[in-house]
C-alpha cells in the first residue's frame, strides 16, 4: 500500500490556481498575481514623481526643509521627484533583501512575498514619505548614485530583451516545420525592411542639412552596426541566421530614433519634426502616458525573467519541480529597485542640477540622448558575445581537456 503523498507543498502550489483574485489578495495565495500587486505599486510611484514634478511646487513650497533648495523654485521638481523615487527604491530594496534566496512556496519568504499586503503597503506609503522629511544633501547623493542604479536597470533590460529575441530564434531553428521556417523567413526579412525603412526615414527628418553631423553620426553607425550583428550572426562558426539580427536592427534602429527624439528641441534645426509636435498638446500628453506606461512594462518584464543570465553563464536550465517559486523574488525586487532609480533619471532628463522641465515631458535633453546612444552600442556589444561566447567558452574547454 502507497504511502499518501505529503499534501503541504501541493496544497499551497494549488491554492493561487483557485478562488477569485480578491481572495487570493487576501490570503496571499498567488505569487502571480503578486507581482501584479507589486506592478501597480510602481505605476503608482512613477504617477506620483509625475505630479510632484509638474504640479507639486506649491506643496513643496510649504516644506520647511525643500525652503533652501539653493534659492532655486526649479529644483523643488527635481528633488521632489528623486524623493519619490527614494522612497520607492528603499520599499523594493528592503523587499529584495526580505525574499531573496526563496526557492520553495512553503518558505516563509514565499508567504512574505505574496502575503501581509496591509504590512507592506502601509511599509511602502511610510517609505514614500520618509524622504520628504529627508535634508537636501541626501537627496543630492542619491541622485547621484540613481545614475549607476540605472545603468545597472538598462543593462538587465538589455541582457533580457537579446535573451528574449535569441529564444525566438532557437525555437524556430529546433522546429523542422516547414511552416516554421517560412514564418521566421518572413518575419527576419519584415524586421530588416522596417530597419531599413526607419533609418531612411531618420535620414529625411533629423539630418535635413549636412551640418546636422551629430544625427547623421548617429543614423549611419547604427546602420553599420545592422550590417555588423547580420555579418556575424551570419559566420559559419557562429551560424545564427538572420531572425536574430533582424529583430536586434529593429531594437537599435528604435532606440536610436528614440535618442534623436530626446534632442532638445529649442535651437535645434536638425529635430523639425519634434519642433512641430511640441506644439500638439494633446499629442505630448500621449507621448507622455504611453512612456510612463512603457517604463512599467519593462520593469515588469524584466523582473520575472531571473532566468536570462543563465545565457551569459552558458549554462542549461536546471531541472524544476512543483514547489518551486515560479519566478526569482529577490531578482524580482531588485529589478524595481533599479526602475526606480530608472524612472527618476527619466523625469529629470538625467540632470539633478537645476533646471526648468516641461509639463508632459519625458527624458529630454542632451544627457537623455548620449544615454539612449551608448545604450544601443551596449545592446550590440551584449549580443555579439551572446553569439561569439559559447564559440570561446567551447574553444577554451576543448584546449583545456587536451592539456
Same mark, same amino acid.
Given at each position: 500500500?502507497?504511502?499518501?503523498?505529503?499534501?503541504g507543498?501541493?496544497?499551497?502550489?494549488n491554492?493561487?490556481?483557485?478562488?477569485?483574485?480578491?481572495?487570493?489578495?487576501?490570503?496571499?495565495?498567488?505569487?502571480?498575481?503578486?507581482?501584479?500587486?507589486?506592478?501597480?505599486?510602481?505605476l503608482?510611484?512613477?504617477?506620483?514623481?509625475?505630479?510632484?514634478?509638474?504640479?507639486?511646487?506649491?506643496?513643496?513650497?510649504?516644506?520647511?526643509r525643500?525652503?533652501?533648495?539653493?534659492?532655486?523654485?526649479?529644483?523643488?521638481?527635481?528633488?521632489?521627484?528623486?524623493?519619490?523615487?527614494?522612497?520607492?527604491?528603499?520599499?523594493?530594496?528592503?523587499?529584495?533583501?526580505?525574499?531573496?534566496?526563496?526557492?520553495?512556496?512553503?518558505?516563509?519568504?514565499?508567504?512574505?512575498?505574496?502575503?501581509?499586503?496591509?504590512?507592506?503597503? $502601509?511599509?511602502? %506609503?511610510?517609505?514614500? #514619505?520618509?524622504?520628504?522629511?529627508? =535634508? !537636501?544633501?541626501? @537627496?543630492? +547623493?542619491?541622485?547621484?548614485?540613481?545614475?549607476?542604479?540605472?545603468?545597472?536597470?538598462?543593462l538587465?533590460?538589455?541582457?533580457?530583451?537579446?535573451?528574449?529575441?535569441?529564444w525566438?530564434?532557437?525555437?524556430?531553428?529546433?522546429?523542422?516545420?516547414?511552416?516554421?521556417?517560412?514564418h521566421?523567413?518572413?518575419?527576419?526579412?519584415?524586421?530588416?525592411?522596417?530597419?531599413? $525603412?526607419?533609418? %531612411?526615414m531618420?535620414? #529625411?527628418?533629423?539630418?535635413?542639412? =549636412? !551640418?546636422?553631423? @551629430?544625427? +547623421?553620426?548617429?543614423?549611419?553607425?547604427?546602420?553599420?552596426?545592422?550590417?555588423?550583428?547580420?555579418?556575424?550572426?551570419?559566420?559559419?562558426?557562429?551560424?545564427?541566421?538572420?531572425?536574430?539580427?533582424?529583430?536586434?536592427?529593429?531594437?537599435?534602429?528604435?532606440?536610436?530614433?528614440?535618442?534623436?527624439?530626446?534632442?532638445?528641441?529649442?535651437?535645434?534645426?536638425?529635430?523639425?519634426?519634434?519642433?512641430?509636435?511640441?506644439?500638439?498638446?494633446?499629442?505630448?500628453?500621449?507621448?507622455?502616458?504611453?512612456?510612463?506606461?512603457?517604463?512599467?512594462?519593462?520593469?515588469?518584464?524584466?523582473?520575472?525573467?531571473?532566468k536570462?543570465?543563465?545565457?551569459?553563464?552558458?549554462?542549461?536550465?536546471?531541472?524544476?519541480?512543483?514547489?518551486?517559486?515560479?519566478?526569482?523574488y529577490?531578482?524580482?525586487?531588485?529589478?524595481?529597485?533599479?526602475?526606480?532609480?530608472?524612472?527618476?533619471?527619466?523625469?529629470?532628463?538625467?540632470?539633478?542640477?537645476?533646471?526648468?522641465?516641461?509639463?508632459?515631458?519625458?527624458?529630454?535633453?542632451?544627457?537623455?540622448?548620449?544615454?539612449?546612444?551608448?545604450?544601443?552600442?551596449?545592446?550590440?556589444?551584449?549580443?555579439?558575445?551572446?553569439?561569439?561566447?559559447?564559440?570561446?567558452?567551447?574553444?577554451?574547454?576543448?584546449?583545456?581537456?587536451?592539456?
Amino acid at each position: 500500500m502507497e504511502s499518501p503523498a505529503p499534501t503541504g507543498n501541493n496544497e499551497r502550489s494549488n491554492t493561487f490556481k483557485v478562488g477569485t483574485w480578491f481572495s487570493q489578495f487576501r490570503n496571499g495565495s498567488n505569487p502571480w498575481m503578486a507581482r501584479y500587486v507589486y506592478g501597480l505599486m510602481f505605476l503608482l510611484a512613477n504617477l506620483l514623481a509625475w505630479a510632484v514634478r509638474d504640479y507639486g511646487k506649491n506643496v513643496l513650497m510649504e516644506m520647511k526643509r525643500l525652503e533652501k533648495c539653493e534659492g532655486q523654485n526649479e529644483c523643488l521638481a527635481a528633488e521632489g521627484v528623486l524623493r519619490v523615487s527614494l522612497g520607492c527604491f528603499l520599499f523594493y530594496f528592503s523587499m529584495f533583501l526580505s525574499t531573496a534566496g526563496a526557492s520553495k512556496l512553503n518558505e516563509s519568504r514565499d508567504t512574505w512575498q505574496s502575503g501581509w499586503w496591509s504590512a507592506k503597503i $502601509v511599509l511602502w %506609503i511610510a517609505f514614500i #514619505i520618509i524622504p520628504f522629511l529627508l =535634508p !537636501s544633501a541626501i @537627496i543630492k +547623493i542619491y541622485g547621484v548614485v540613481a545614475h549607476f542604479g540605472a545603468g545597472v536597470f538598462l543593462l538587465i533590460q538589455l541582457i533580457s530583451i537579446i535573451s528574449f529575441i535569441r529564444w525566438v530564434n532557437d525555437c524556430c531553428q529546433s522546429s523542422k516545420s516547414e511552416r516554421c521556417q517560412i514564418h521566421s523567413m518572413l518575419i527576419a526579412t519584415t524586421a530588416y525592411v522596417v530597419s531599413l $525603412v526607419g533609418i %531612411i526615414m531618420m535620414y #529625411i527628418w533629423y539630418s535635413p542639412d =549636412p !551640418s546636422c553631423f @551629430i544625427n +547623421i553620426f548617429f543614423i549611419t553607425w547604427t546602420l553599420v552596426l545592422l550590417q555588423l550583428m547580420t555579418s556575424v550572426s551570419l559566420h559559419p562558426k557562429v551560424n545564427a541566421g538572420i531572425l536574430t539580427p533582424g529583430l536586434m536592427g529593429l531594437y537599435i534602429v528604435f532606440i536610436c530614433w528614440f535618442a534623436i527624439r530626446s534632442e532638445p528641441v529649442a535651437g535645434n534645426l536638425c529635430n523639425r519634426k519634434a519642433e512641430a509636435s511640441q506644439h500638439r498638446d494633446w499629442l505630448s500628453i500621449i507621448s507622455f502616458v504611453i512612456g510612463v506606461l512603457a517604463i512599467v512594462i519593462a520593469t515588469f518584464s524584466t523582473g520575472i525573467d531571473s532566468k536570462c543570465f543563465q545565457t551569459l553563464q552558458f549554462k542549461k536550465d536546471e531541472t524544476e519541480s512543483e514547489d518551486d517559486v515560479p519566478y526569482g523574488y529577490g531578482f524580482f525586487h531588485f529589478v524595481f529597485a533599479t526602475g526606480a532609480m530608472y524612472f527618476a533619471m527619466l523625469l529629470i532628463s538625467w540632470n539633478t542640477t537645476n533646471h526648468t522641465m516641461e509639463k508632459w515631458t519625458i527624458d529630454v535633453g542632451w544627457t537623455s540622448t548620449w544615454v539612449r546612444i551608448v545604450n544601443e552600442w551596449i545592446a550590440v556589444c551584449v549580443y555579439l558575445w551572446m553569439l561569439v561566447g559559447p564559440i570561446i567558452w567551447k574553444s577554451r574547454q576543448t584546449a583545456e581537456s587536451v592539456v
